[in-house]
């Protein structure tokens, strides 16, 4: 795992868009979202660290 790692919003609106969802429902949906995208990127920087510290490791011995 390497690079960044970035939530694209624009996928969400235009699926959001193409199924009609509007008002309280998008932003209750939005919000489910971002919570999801969030758990995900955080996991991602987990596990990059944790191959990083690996890595250091590695080298040092």
């Known amino acids: 795992m390497g690079g960044y790692y970035a939530f694209d919003a624009t996928v969400a609106y235009a699926w959001m868009d193409s199924e009609g969802i509007e008002g309280k429902r998008r932003n209750e949906l939005w919000r489910e979202v971002r919570q999801i995208a969030g758990g995900a990127l955080a996991i991602m920087r987990e ?15």
């Open 47 to 61: 596990q990059m660290e944790e191959a990083q510290r690996k890595a250091s490791a590695n080298r040092s011995h």
